[in-house]
């Protein structure tokens, strides 16, 4: 038990590493040499957990995207839903401890792109984000917080699609959408989601 212990944890470390080289490097640029010296160790220590950079970078996203769905996980369900939804949301934007890793996020994307394995981990990952929210969305309906009107899917999908287009801008173009500006985008979003209820309360 502690050497299987030992193993993951040595795989946790060398999955930091990568993600600290990429947001540093740049994904094309980061070799097992670059992981190797930001872990401190020798490259064949990173190749015997590893095998090809191919098994290292998608071990990264997986250890990427875990990371992102413990931040979910640990978001207090507290009443009224709406409150909660917005929590989980704002986890989703590229803020404090959030940025280097969606940095790497916009590295790894255009992997996703052309390599199969990466799009189904992609894919999966937002399916099952999607879901989520759409369970949170259906909830805030039954309890009358929400317009028995809409799609909770497809604000779930929407709500996805605009924290990925503010992550996009945030790191890409922040003296436009700097964090203020993104946080105050998505409340305006919940706002206008929830208005018809509201008004009709």
């Known amino acids: 038990m502690p050497r299987t212990a030992d193993h993951d944890e040595r795989r946790r470390q060398v999955a930091e590493a990568l993600l600290r080289t990429i947001a540093r490097k740049g994904l094309a640029a980061t070799t097992f040499a670059d992981v190797a010296d930001e872990l401190g160790s020798s490259v064949g220590l990173v190749q015997r957990y590893f095998r090809s950079k191919s098994d290292l970078l998608r071990f990264g996203v997986e250890h990427l995207y875990q990371r992102g769905a413990e931040r979910i996980d640990a978001v207090e369900r507290v009443a009224p839903v709406r409150h909660h939804m917005f929590r989980i949301a704002h986890t989703l934007l590229p ?16 992997t996703a792109v052309r390599d199969p394995e990466m799009a189904e981990l992609h894919g999966t990952t937002t399916r099952t984000l999607v879901e989520g929210l759409a369970e949170g969305f259906e909830a805030a309906q039954r309890l009358g917080e929400l317009s028995s009107d809409l799609d909770p899917r497809a604000e779930a999908a929407a709500l996805v699609a605009l924290a990925d287009g503010l992550t996009l801008h945030q790191l890409a173009t922040p003296d436009l959408f700097d964090d203020a500006t993104a946080e105050r985008v998505l409340r305006r979003h919940f706002d206008r989601l929830f208005a018809a209820t509201t008004e009709n309360t």
Do not use: K, M, Y
């Open 95 to 110: 803020l404090e401890e959030r940025r280097r890793e969606l940095t790497v996020w916009l590295e790894f994307l255009p």
